[in-house]
């Protein structure tokens, strides 16, 4: 999740680069940061599956018994 996050946030980046504006004090440099942050988040575990935590913790198959 915070990687399509991180993509799209470089993907601004990119642009605002590209046609050299900002949105006031926000530049290019500020959405770069922010994706980097959301990569790190990403490789910490946090982004997987509702922040790491499994739903149910089970599997749904039977055993024979």
């Given amino acids: 999740m915070f990687a399509i996050i991180a ?12 046609i050299d504006t900002g949105f006031g004090p926000v530049g ?14 990403q490789l910490a575990g946090l982004g997987a599956r509702f922040g790491g935590i499994r739903a149910g913790g089970r599997s749904f198959r039977r055993s024979r018994v």
């Avoid at 993509?7 to 590209?18: E, K, R, W, Y």
């Fill in 7 to 18: 993509a799209i946030l470089f993907a601004i980046s990119l642009i605002l680069g590209l």
């Fill in 28 to 41: 290019p440099q500020t959405f770069t940061v922010a994706g980097l942050l959301c990569l790190a988040l």
